[in-house]
């Protein structure tokens, strides 16, 4: 891994040998509108998150829940752009250090172009791509922009990849692996699901990769219950409820924003 990949790859390399997970925060740009979105993100970093995600809002988001569909509505409507998505990415990452992605369905990627899209993201210092609806058999064109640009392609795996399935999309993956820990969409559970464990298990044994488990955590409780197995533990719902919790008062949503991600920063650091 090249570029601004390397950083991603160093970080977790970094997290490793402090023998614990990553913590991994998502939140979609433009939401509530661009500006919040930023400085949301950066209190995540601020607050303990070791790589930051950031969402390319979508009008058909097959895999979030509510909350974060909700935030993608708002943004939609309020008119982000890709351009403001890339942005984000950039000031988040100008602002904090840590390695920023961004997670994207492909459609929204292949109407831009996905060498256009590669090089605006690379230009801004982003990290690499989540790309959850994209199958590793029709990557190869993103993946060759990615590659030119120096980013990582993150593919997701679930609990219904077959082993010959994981080992065929870890391959042909970069930086990390995404697990999504429950078959079904995102947002917080009582329970993160007993398939998570057995899913990081099978990929390990096909990937040198770190894997990651999203879908589901909230709790620092929750996240030192998955760090225990996985090298990266993802968290973003949690954190687009906080912020609203914090209503009109934006300095006191920002504030529990940065709480929450200390907190759970806490569980990762408590899971080994």
């Not at 979609?28 to 949301?40: L, S």
């Not at 057995?198 to 990929?203: I, M, P």
Request: aromatic share 6%.
């Amino acid at each position: 891994m090249s570029g601004n990949g390397k950083h991603l790859s160093d970080v977790l390399a970094a997290v490793r040998a402090e023998d614990r997970a990553a913590l991994i925060g998502y939140f979609p740009a433009g939401y509530p509108t661009v500006g919040r979105g930023i400085e949301t993100a950066v209190a995540m970093a601020e607050g303990g998150c070791d790589v930051i995600e950031i969402g390319l809002p979508y009008s058909d988001p097959v895999l979030d829940g509510p909350v974060i569909q909700n935030a993608d509505v708002v943004a939609l409507r309020n008119g982000v752009r890709i351009a403001d998505v890339i942005r984000t990415v950039g000031d988040v990452h100008a602002a904090t250090g840590v390695p920023v992605l961004c997670m994207t369905y492909w459609n929204p990627v292949d109407r831009y172009g996905p060498e256009r899209f590669a090089a605006g993201l690379a230009a801004a210092g982003g990290a690499g791509c989540i790309l959850p609806d994209l199958p590793v058999e029709e990557s190869a064109e993103w993946r060759k922009a990615a590659e030119a640009h120096g980013l990582a392609t993150v593919f997701v795996v679930a609990p219904s990849s077959r082993d010959e399935r994981l080992a065929t999309v870890t391959a042909a993956g970069s930086g990390f692996v995404y697990a999504a820990s429950i078959m079904g969409v995102t947002g917080t559970r009582e329970s993160v699901g007993g398939g998570a464990a057995d899913l990081v298990r099978r990929t390990k044994a096909v990937t040198d990769l770190p894997v990651c488990v999203g879908l589901g955590v909230s709790t620092a409780e929750q996240a030192a219950e998955v760090a225990a197995y996985a090298d990266g533990v993802i968290v973003g719902t949690a954190f687009v409820k906080r912020l609203d919790e914090g209503g009109a008062d934006t300095a006191a949503a920002t504030a529990g924003v940065r709480a929450l991600a200390a907190e759970l920063a806490r569980g990762v650091r408590a899971g080994r």
